[in-house]
């Protein structure tokens, strides 16, 4: 989700996003290889000492209406970024969910990106962090957006076609033209929730942002 360099090959869908919401002002505040518990708490370096967040006090000042809350992949790194679905990441979200309530803000939150399922055959390992965002938003009544759902589908229906979409060192991540894919699927899928941001065709391919 998060924005990076033009000049890189992987792009976060969140630097496309405010294109396909003409009546809303979007500023991404996410950060590359984060979980949800080292984007609060910061991260370990090498040598063990904790760097803090980049990002989790400028969240805490941003004014808004809405925070789009999305963790996922990098929940299964092992050490300090590591949470379980329904119990570590399920707490963090709920930590977010507060804060923005705290603060007036309604909270959204959005299900992990789906992943192809390993060689091995075993279970494709976000889904039940996928599942633990849909528990928790219907506990709490918070809107939730399925990334998870679309992304699913959209891997099954592009088949090796998918490559187009992926940088060459993929680690699950997406080039500019697959940003803009999810990104115009986000938007599709807020505007259910908050219909003043904007209308977004289904019909209407995604046009190249120029650098």
Request: aromatic share 10%; glycine share 8%; net charge neutral.
């Amino acid at each position: 989700m998060a924005v990076q360099p033009e000049s890189r090959g992987p792009q976060g869908w969140g630097a496309y996003l405010g294109k396909y919401l003409p009546n809303a002002q979007v500023t991404d505040l996410a950060s590359s290889g984060r979980s949800s518990k080292s984007f609060m708490l910061g991260d370990m370096e090498t040598n063990g000492t904790i760097k803090p967040p980049l990002k989790w006090p400028e969240v805490l000042t941003t004014p808004a209406d809405y925070w789009l809350i999305s963790f996922g992949g990098n929940e299964l790194k092992p050490g300090f970024r590591h949470t379980d679905p329904f119990g570590s990441y399920t707490a963090d979200l709920t930590t977010y969910i507060d804060e923005a309530r705290k603060r007036g803000i309604t909270p959204v939150l959005i299900t992990p990106t789906h992943h192809p399922a390993p060689r091995d055959g075993s279970p494709e390992p976000l889904a039940p962090y996928a599942e633990a965002v849909r528990q928790l938003a219907k506990k709490e009544n918070v809107p939730v957006m399925d990334l998870y759902d679309f992304t699913t589908q959209w891997y099954v229906k592009e088949g090796t076609n998918v490559v187009k979409y992926q940088p060459p060192e993929y680690g699950g991540h997406l080039n500019h033209a697959g940003a803009e894919i999810f990104a115009a699927e986000m938007a599709r899928q807020f505007i259910k929730i908050e219909p003043r941001a904007g209308v977004v065709s289904r019909n209407s391919p995604p046009e190249r942002r120029q650098p």
